[in-house]
């Protein structure tokens, strides 16, 4: 499954056993730099770092991370294609129009900006999600003080997650097995309904079970797990700081100099 | 579909992350009471997030013969209320960007709004005006989750065409279509989230009436 890529990504990454802190600077600053810095040079830099990176020394499989770009790619497709589509007066330096709707190369150039700023941005994100499982990121949340009851509800719907997952696919294996997919539509739609409605209580039964479990171990308020001791990496920060500003240098070097296309935001 | 990281230009980023803080807050206020009163109300949520996450990955069967997913949002506050869905909605949104790459962190505030607050809010109000207007849990649920799953689309939409005005028409143009391309071909999958609402209704009423009259869905059993 999908989420398990991802996450097993994340496990299997040399970088797990790098602080959270550490990664969330460079990914978040590439996050960033992707938002706020023109579409050439700046997120062609962006993405070509978080690829780098990811190929290099994050060791992450680019097949797991080209199946987890297709989704967002479809949102990105579709929205740029909407702004490159104008609607109403055909512009003077239109290429095509029909009726109201119209191409120029305004809008051509705005939507590949657009398109230019969310796949460097999804790169960038990506690289973070496929090095950091997510029980570190919620872990690092304590740090912050962020309420104990907060954190332990989005731990526990993490954990809970995988067996509800694997409960609907046991549920819609079990379906397919008695030729639920050769049904009429009406049955299927019954199958769907029923396959939705099992879930819920069997995740409401399995969660009554962990609490049962939880309260005969003790635990009773705070779920708190012993992080694991990592130490802060200063080759890792200064990577991360050498890649970032040298990303920046080149993009205020192409804004000064003329060259740098699309907008700075 | 969520809007994707480095989407939206970073003040509208900012603003939308402003105007969720409320409802987030007012939602983990919730979850943090009911925790201290009921600390076993805790692994209940965590369930209801968890089932919110892979109802919207499970797959409806459509007329046209492709597929697609509903949101849950809309049964999430019929069975959830609206705030606790705010809350819940930010921790599924959170692990859709982190596990699935769907949305985005500065786009996070923007998806809460839309899916999170809008969606679930507008849901619930249509399933209370209409139990109050004696309607059946069936027609209840049917408008709640449609108008959940239409209504966060909309405002997905709203949020575009703010980001992106039309360089001819300005708002209402880009409003046009954005609304076109992620409303309007977004009727059919809502119409069939409300079909799907009501036999899953129909379904629990059967199954787990009992719990359902804990989450004050129905004081009697649901004849849907």
């Known amino acids: 499954m999908h989420v398990i890529a991802v996450d097993d990504a994340a496990w299997d990454s040399p970088w797990r056993s790098v602080r959270v802190g550490e990664k969330a600077l460079l990914a978040l600053g590439l996050v960033l730099t992707a938002l706020l810095t023109p579409a050439w040079p700046g997120c062609v830099l962006v993405a070509l770092a978080s690829l780098g990176l990811a190929a290099g020394p994050a060791r992450i499989d680019l097949r797991v991370l080209g199946v987890s770009i297709a989704a967002p790619m479809a949102f990105l497709v579709i929205g740029s294609a909407s702004v490159a589509l104008t609607v109403g007066d055909t512009v003077p330096d239109a290429w095509w129009s029909w009726g109201p709707l119209s191409l120029s190369a305004a809008s051509v150039g705005r939507a590949a900006d657009l398109f230019a700023h ?40 993490y954990r809970l997650l995988f067996v509800v997952a694997d409960t609907a696919l046991g549920i819609r294996a079990a379906q397919q097995a008695r030729l639920g997919d050769a049904a009429p539509a009406r049955r299927r739609w019954a199958n769907t ?22 309260a005969l171990r003790g635990f009773e308020n705070v779920l ?25 240098a080149v993009c205020l070097m192409a804004i000064t100099s003329g060259w740098a296309r699309g907008w700075a935001r | ?91 599924v949104l959170l692990f859709q960007a982190l596990l699935l790459a769907h949305g985005g962190i500065t786009t996070l505030g923007a998806n809460v709004f839309s899916m999170g607050i809008v969606g679930p809010w507008a849901g619930y109000g ?99």
């Open chain 1, 118 to 157: 969310g796949v460097a941005g999804t790169l960038a994100l990506l690289m973070l999600a496929m090095t950091t499982p997510m029980v570190d990121v919620l872990t690092s949340l304590r740090r912050f003080r962020v309420p104990d009851a907060l954190i332990d509800v989005a731990s526990l719907t």
């Open chain 1, 193 to 214: 309904a029923s396959g939705a409605g099992a879930l819920l209580v069997r995740a409401w039964d399995r969660a009554r079970r962990l609490e049962d479990g939880l």
């Open chain 1, 224 to 248: 708190t797990t012993l992080p694991a001791r990592r130490d802060a990496s200063v080759r890792f920060v200064a990577g991360s700081l050498v890649v970032l500003t040298a990303i920046w």
């Open chain 2, 1 to 91: 579909m969520h809007i994707a990281e480095g989407f939206l230009p970073p003040l509208q980023c900012a603003l939308w992350y402003a105007a969720s803080a409320p409802f987030i807050i007012h939602g983990a206020r919730a979850v943090v009471t009911e925790s201290r009163k009921n600390p076993e109300n805790r692994l209940l949520l965590a369930a209801a997030g968890a089932f919110t996450f892979v109802l919207s990955a499970i797959k409806l069967p459509s007329v046209t013969g492709s597929s697609s997913h509903p949101t849950g949002t809309g049964l999430g506050a019929v069975l959830f209320k609206p705030p606790v869905m705010a809350f819940l909605s930010t921790i």
């Open chain 2, 126 to 224: 249509v399933w209370v005006l209409a139990r109050r207007l004696g309607a059946s849990p069936a027609v209840g649920i049917f408008g709640a989750m449609f108008v959940a799953d239409l209504s966060t689309y909309c405002m997905t939409s709203v949020q575009l065409a703010i980001a992106y005005p039309d360089l001819s028409s300005g708002f209402v143009g880009a409003l046009v279509k954005f609304l076109g391309v992620f409303a309007l071909t977004q009727i059919p999958l809502a119409i069939a989230e409300g079909l799907l609402g009501v036999l899953v209704l129909r379904y629990l009423g059967r199954i787990a009436r009992p719990e359902l009259l804990r989450l004050g869905v129905t004081k009697d059993a649901v004849h849907a």
